[in-house]
């Protein structure tokens, strides 16, 4: 009997345990699921912005070219009705020399009146019209940058391509599909070379976590104000296929710690590759054996 009572109490007392654990497994589901559905709520709605985004890029690219169309339509009617005047001033010279008469003096004058009037209300139109142009066309300049940044931004949450701590840079180093150049930069005026880019940094911010630095890119001299704790600079060069990328992830007083993302190959590295040598067949040099036998030689004895 006691034995018996003995297994039915370690009987019991086996099952909360497998209780707990399987309730933590099943609490473990539920978080994964909810970090799914908030990673797949987010990829989509970056999709969709991207999306409105280059609808509307779409958009003004058609009005600025009708605009560029009716800029043209003017421009031409205004070259057809300079040309006209001056056409109607000069025939309207050559009558008065010929024949001196004062009526047709004073059509002259009518005439190059109402043309006056005419060109005046056509270049008002066109100024009109170029100006309705500059604007539509720096729109179109904020909206690509704006959807440029989204792209960047969604393709570096979505691929993981920011490094946070350098065990990371060295786990995106391994991958081997681009050179990364870590560095500490001080607050100076002095440049400091770190890859392909010459760095230095201007201001920190540490309660904010943002910073201003100057860089020396393709001999220009650019300013990058408040960029904040891991937030990437993208920029194009000259002698790189792909955008550089400057990432800061670490922001003390007076100093910030970073690293540089650069292609591994460049434009003329990547077309060498691309293009393999092949040798002629007439280079190839003919072995002893297959060279033919001269008729002049006598026969050697065996």
């Known amino acids: 009997m006691d034995e018996s009572r003995g297994e039915n109490q370690h009987g ?3 099952e909360p345990s ?3 654990i399987n309730r933590w497994l099943v609490i473990a589901a539920a978080v994964l699921l909810v970090i799914a559905a908030v990673a797949f709520g987010y990829g989509y709605r970056q999709q969709v912005m991207v ?3 280059a609808a509307q890029e779409s958009a003004a690219n058609a009005t600025i070219n009708d605009m560029q169309g009716q800029v043209a339509t003017l421009t031409a009617k205004l070259n057809e009705m300079s040309a006209a005047q001056q056409a109607a001033a000069q025939a309207a010279a050559q009558k008065k020399a010929s024949a001196g008469a004062a009526g047709a003096k004073s059509a002259s004058g009518k005439s190059s009146t109402t043309g006056s009037k005419q060109l005046k209300e056509l270049r008002a139109r066109l100024d009109e019209q170029q100006k309705l142009l500059s604007q539509t066309q720096e729109e179109v300049a904020r909206n690509r940058t704006d959807l440029e940044g989204n792209l960047n931004a969604t393709r570096d949450d979505l691929n993981g391509s920011i490094a946070k701590t350098h065990e990371e840079l060295v786990a995106l180093a ?3 599909e681009r050179s990364y150049f870590e560095f500490d930069l001080t607050k100076s005026k002095q440049f400091q070379r770190v890859g392909p ?4 940094l201007r201001r920190t911010d540490t309660k904010h976590k943002n910073y201003d630095v100057q860089m020396m890119v393709d001999d220009n001299q650019l300013t990058k104000k ?5 937030e990437p600079i993208w920029m194009h060069t000259e ?3 792909q955008p550089v990328q400057v990432v800061v992830n670490r922001v003390e007083k007076n100093q910030i710690h970073g690293y540089v993302s650069a292609p591994k190959y460049k434009p ?3 077309a060498a590759i691309g293009t393999p040598t092949v040798t002629p067949v007439a280079a190839h040099p003919q072995a002893p054996e297959q060279s033919p036998p001269d008729p002049n030689q006598p026969d050697q004895p065996d």
């Open 197 to 200: 880019l010459t760095l230095s």
């Open 12 to 14: 019991h007392e086996g």
């Open 51 to 53: 999306g409105h985004m």
């Open 174 to 176: 391994k991958r081997g």
């Open 268 to 270: 003329s590295e990547l």
């Open 226 to 230: 408040r960029v904040n704790l891991y």
């Open 239 to 241: 002698n790189e296929s």
């Open 18 to 20: 497998s209780i707990g």
